[in-house]
Each structure stands twice: as C-alpha cells, then as structure tokens.
C-alpha cells in the first residue's frame, strides 16, 4: 500500500513538474489550514439582525417543508411536542438524546408522554433531539454526534422533532461550524455533523419529489424564543 | 465498469427510436433546467461564487500532493484509515479486504459515482459479498441490471410504469394485487424494502462529495437520508472516493456546497449534508466502529498539468449534461461508460483511452450550455475539441470524416471557390425550402433528418449579407 501511496503522490508532483513543497510555500499553506480563512459568503443572512435571522429561518425551513412551532420558554415544549403529536396521529412516545438541555424541561408537566433516553432503534417512531445551531441561509438544522447524542434519531424513526433555542440561529453554514470549533477546540471533531434542511425526500421517480425516501418523513422544529426581548 | 463508448452512434440512435426513454427525458429537460434558473435568480452572489469555487479548486489542484498528504494524516490521527488505489481493480482490492476483515455478507451502499466506476458492484458479487443499493434510483437500477444513466438520478431514463413493473417482478414476497400506480406508493414500497437491509448490513459503503484536509472529513450530500442510514447503522463504513475530492478547508466546501445543490437540483441545499471524521468515538452509543478511506487515482493524476486539467475542477452536480442537447436526446446509456453528457464526453477519453470513448466529444452541438451552466467554469467545449484533435491526429476518427474534412479545408482555403459553393447552396437550399423553413428529408443526408428537421437557409449566405452590408455602410 505505501508504494501505491508513493507512486500516486509522485505522479501527482510529475504531473506539477516539481518535487516536494518548499518549506516556505508549505508553512504558508498550514497556515490557511490552522486559521482557515472565509470564502465569499452570500449577504442573504448576515446583514440582519438577532429578529430577522430567526424569521428568516423559519421561513426557509417552511420552504422545505420542515413545520415549526413557535414557544416562549422551556417549560411550553412538553405540550408543543405532545399537540403536534396528537394533530399527526401519532404515538405519545419520544425517544429523546441524553443532552442536559432536555432534561430541564418539565416532561413531567404532560405525564401523558412516554419517554425513553438513548440511540433509536428500529421500532421508534418519534425522536426529539436539541441542535448545535439553526442556519438562517438555507433554513438548516446543524446537529451534532456525541456521548448524549447519537446520530440514529436524526435518521431511523419516521417523525423527528428538532428542539432550537432563537439564540441558536446563525447566519450561515460558516457561523455554525465557527461555534463547533469554539467547542470542540479541545477534543477535536465529533464523528458526524449532520446539516439537515427539510425532511427526507426523492425526485428519484419521474421527477417527482416525494417526502420520506429513508429519513424521517416529518421534521418538526420546537423554537424556543425565550432569548428574543419581546419573543412571542 | 466495462465501456461501450464505441456504440456511441449505435447506441444513441437507439434511445432516439425508444418511446419509454424519450417520454422519460422529456420530462426530465424542463425540470432541472427550470428549478436551477430560479434558484440562481434567487442568489445575487452566485456568480461570484462561480469565481471563487473555480479559485478554490485551482488552488487546490495545484499544491494537491500537500493537500491530499495533509488529509491522510488528519484520518489517522481521527482513528480512520487510507487506502490508496492506482487502478478500479486495487480499489476493488482494497474494499474486499476490509469487508472479508468483519466477514460481511451484506453491504449498503450510498450512490458513489467512483463504485460505478470501479465496477464495485459486480466484484462483490463475483466474491460472495451482496451490495444493496439504497438510493432509490440506484435501486431501481440495480434490480433492473442496468447501469445509471444520469450521476444524480440514475433512473432518470425510466418511467414509473417501467418501476412498476420492476417492483412487481423483484418484491415477489408483497401482495400481487397491491396498487403501484403512483411513485408515492413506490417510494414507500422501496422504503419498506430497504429498511430491514439497512439494519442487517455489516459494511456501508459511501462515496464522497468532498474530503476535508483541515480535519480529515468525508462530506456526504443526499437527499434522501440513504447515505447516513449507510454509514451510521454497520460496524464498517468505507468510503470510496477519489484524489480530485479534497478540498483544504471546511470554509471551501461550504462554497462549493452553495453552488454544488443549486446546480443540481435547483434546491438551496440538499437535505442532507453530512460530515465524517473517524469511526465512532468511545463514549458514542452508535456509529460505525472502523473508518476506512479507499483513495483512488485511475488516471487522474496524470490529467493534471495537461490541457484536462481543468476536468478535475468537477464537482458532479450534473448541470452540464442537465442542459446538454444532445443528453436530452439520447438519454445516458448511449455514452456507454459511468459518465454520460458533456462532462463524460470529457472525462472519459481521460479515464479509459480516447480510442475507446472517440465518439463521445463528437456528440456535442458545441452550444456552450454546459459550460455556462458549470458551477466551477470548466470550459468543457474547449477540452472536446482538444479531445477531437487529438482523435484525428491519431487516425482514429473514420476516413470519410477525414477525407471530407481535407476537401473541406482544401475548399475553405480557396475563398473565391468557397464563397461560390456556399452561396450557390445557400440560395439552392433557400430556394427549395420555401413555404415550409425546415426540411423533413434530404438526400444524403438521412442520418441527420430521419430524427430532426433541418431547418432552411434564408437564401443568402453571411458573407455575401456582410458585403451588402458594408457597401450601404460606406454609402451612407
């Protein structure tokens, strides 16, 4: 494998006409790569402010198709989550991620709701999962793989319902990934970032686009507008 | 993959006679056409950003030994592994090894363009391993034992009776009676196929859209979910990619996302834009356990400092051939490799030999949609003339094109002779086509008008216009 691995770099660097970098053009490149510098970013989303962002969000998340349900604080998600449920006819049973930010919320308050903390398994139809940050640009939930946060309920049950706080919302996709490195500085990347815009969908057949190829057929955001002076 | 690039003429005058594949890429030429215009509209930056993911993939190609080196070295210290493969049967290698290392028998796929290429499918097979696809348009395909026509919507040359039938002859274990009308009902049939294979899979296999060299990531862009259910659910997931893929930072594919989903699809951006670095962390209650990168070159490396360079800019939206008139008129299989339309019939002469794929840069009206179209500015005009240059240097274009092109060039050099015969035809043509502007037939020329009409001169050649035009100029 290592010789694979030198004729294909050699090839590369014939290909270029030179040999290795010098040390100075390859300081200058790690450089890029330790501080990486912003590409053009279009000015859809950042030239608004706290307000405008987050309805910017939740318009475009309606684009594709995503529902949200807009709440003033923590304590109104139990029944937010529990009357969604119930308008979509389904099972008042969660199986949620082990995030500190889920466990302050009063479940307890709406006792009707069955709850159960781990990865999703094949029978689950409902998971509530928080997220890293919301993205105003495209209307994007930005989530993140973890200990507390396993990556099977952005994907195996059928109804996914996204917990995000309005101070989540960030502009761009660039914004999200700045906050994860703030984070992460320490323990380097978490094993999946999943940006997800709208629920799972296929155009496979005739064009047609069709909700519910694989992923969950519904995405439903929980906003918490708490944050917001004067959020509804 | 094995080629078939030289029926190109074959095949595509076959695709133009079949009814099924002209209604289904009927529908097809209005659709993503139509969503990418209003998305584009919609982006005040997107042509500046043309520009800048054109400077980012320059950049890149440029210093790739570095990247590519930088990128290796990030996967590692994540956990994962690099595998890297000079040719479609190392690969194949390669990803054999790691499937008989966990003793898999079943493997999910993602779509991967560079699996097709690498003819991964067949190979498994061939080894007692079962691949399952699971984007429904490579599943489609693959119980239908075809190749994908189109690198986004690989069913694209069907319509959904033809799915119907498919599912009705493969799902034998579902209620005959069962309606399959509308592609609804199919999509949740595949669904509900799918889901219990997704679950028993030991290996998933991915492609990737990009490689970061910051961090040592895979990025993967669905819209269906497939690829996460792929690579979250095995104990394995193995991504097989190749070298023109990486790009240096995070901040450089989220360019190249804005433009990638919008040149696509027309979408803002596709459902789902995942990113991969390593295998499952310690604490992770799922995820894969092993991460393995199958890093494969198959003549890419050699295209580089050549007049295709810029070939390897391409990020596989698909817009190219989306827009290509003559895609819309033969459908993809007429290209006869993994890569059909314009960015095909530049890349394939690259990949497996000008003398299999000659035909290819010849199936071009030379419009120059493609390349208005491409995300990242390839000029793809330019690369299949470069392609037919060389074709006819080597003697491998058919005589009678050479020896009309010699009479022609013979002709064109004698301007007095020329603007004779062009005229003379001109007014002949003109003459003859009164009352109806196009002809249904002509003689010798059979081939052209038995699928299209030719539409009539106005009588007069450009030259002689341009000098009665410049007379009255001077007049005046």
Not at chain 2, 23 to 40: D, E, I, K, N, Q
Not at chain 2, 91 to 106: D, F, N, P, T, W
Not at chain 2, 124 to 141: K, R, S
Not at chain 2, 453 to 460: T, V
Request: a neutral charge; one cysteine or more.
């Amino acid at each position: 494998m290592s010789e694979t691995r030198e004729r294909i770099l050699g090839g590369i660097r014939n290909s270029l006409s030179r040999g290795h970098l010098e040390p100075r053009k390859e300081a200058e490149l790690r450089a890029r790569l330790t501080a990486p510098p912003r590409n053009l970013v279009p000015a859809r989303a950042t030239a608004l402010d706290d307000r405008q962002r987050v309805e910017l969000f939740v318009a475009m998340a309606g684009e594709v198709q995503a529902t949200v349900t807009r709440v003033s604080s923590l304590t109104a998600v139990p029944e937010a989550v529990a009357r969604h449920l119930a308008a979509e006819n389904l099972p008042a049973e969660l199986v949620m991620t082990l995030d500190r930010d889920l466990y302050a919320i009063p479940w307890d308050s709406w006792p009707l709701l069955r709850i159960r903390r781990g990865r999703a398994e094949a029978q689950d139809r409902v998971s509530f999962t928080p997220c890293h940050a919301a993205i105003a640009e495209t209307g994007t939930l930005m989530l993140i793989s973890g200990a507390q946060s396993p990556t099977t309920l952005n994907f195996l049950p059928e109804t996914h319902i996204v917990l995000v706080r309005s101070d989540q919302v960030v502009a761009t996709y660039e914004d999200g990934w700045d906050r994860l490195r703030a984070v992460q500085g320490t323990e380097g990347l978490p094993r999946t970032v999943n940006f997800i815009t709208g629920p799972s969908r296929t155009a496979d057949i005739e064009q047609r686009i069709e909700l519910g190829a694989h992923g969950p057929r519904r995405l439903h955001i929980v906003l918490v507008e708490d944050e917001l002076d004067g959020g509804k | 993959m094995l080629a078939t690039s030289r029926n190109f003429t074959a095949a595509a005058q076959a695709g133009l006679a079949n009814d099924n594949l002209q209604r289904a890429l009927g529908l097809a030429r209005t659709g993503f056409p139509l969503r990418r215009r209003l998305a584009v509209e919609r982006l005040p930056e997107f042509e500046a950003l043309r520009e800048a993911g054109r400077a980012i993939k320059d950049h890149t190609l440029q210093y790739l030994d570095f990247y590519i080196e930088f990128y290796e070295s990030q996967v590692v210290a994540s956990g994962g592994k690099v595998h890297w493969a000079r040719t479609p049967a190392e690969a194949c290698a390669a990803v054999l090894q790691i499937c008989r290392s966990v003793g898999a028998k079943i493997v999910t796929k993602g779509k991967s363009m560079v699996a097709e290429e690498i003819g991964l499918n067949d190979f498994l097979e061939a080894n007692g391993i079962t691949p399952v696809e699971t984007d429904l348009g490579e599943y489609i395909i693959q119980l239908r034992h075809e190749p994908p026509s189109h690198i986004i919507a690989p069913a694209i040359h069907l319509v959904k009776e033809q799915v119907a039938e498919t599912f009705r002859a493969e799902h034998r274990s579902l209620d005959a009676g069962r309606p399959l009308i509308e592609p609804r009902q199919m999509c949740d049939e595949a669904r509900a196929m799918l889901r219990p294979r997704f679950l028993a899979a030991d290996v998933g296999i991915t492609g990737a859209n990009f490689l970061v060299a910051e961090t040592g990531s895979s990025i993967v862009v669905t819209n269906e979910g497939n690829g996460d259910l792929t690579q979250v659910l095995p104990r394995v997931h193995i991504v097989v990619t190749s070298i023109e893929k990486v790009v240096p930072t995070f901040e450089d594919a989220a360019t190249l996302l804005r433009l990638l989903a919008r040149s696509a699809t027309g979408q803002e951006f596709s459902t789902y834009t995942t990113i991969s670095t390593g295998p499952r962390r310690e604490a992770d209650l799922d995820g894969p356990e092993e991460y393995h990168v199958v890093l494969l070159d198959n003549g890419r490396s050699g295209m580089i400092g050549t007049d295709f360079q810029d070939m390897l800019r391409c990020i596989r939206c698909s817009a190219c051939m989306s827009h290509c008139p003559v895609y819309a008129a033969v459908g993809g299989h007429a290209y006869g490799w993994v890569y059909p339309g314009p960015m095909g019939a530049v890349l394939t002469p690259g990949l497996i030999g000008i003398e299999e794929a000659g035909h290819l840069p010849n199936a071009s009206t030379f419009c120059g949609r493609c390349e208005s179209v491409c995300p990242v500015k390839i000029p793809l005009p330019k690369m299949m003339r470069h392609w037919r240059e060389r074709e006819h240097a080597k003697k491998l274009s058919p005589t009678v094109y050479r020896k009309g092109l010699s009479v022609w060039a013979w002709v064109a050099r004698r301007p007095a002779l020329y603007h004779a015969l062009a005229g003379t035809a001109a007014r002949a043509l003109g003459w003859a086509g009164q009352g109806h502007g196009r002809f249904r037939a002509l003689p010798l020329a059979a081939g052209w008008t038995t699928v299209r009409d030719m539409p009539s001169p106005e009588g007069r050649s450009f030259h002689s216009l341009w000098a009665q035009y410049k007379k009255r100029g001077s007049a005046r």
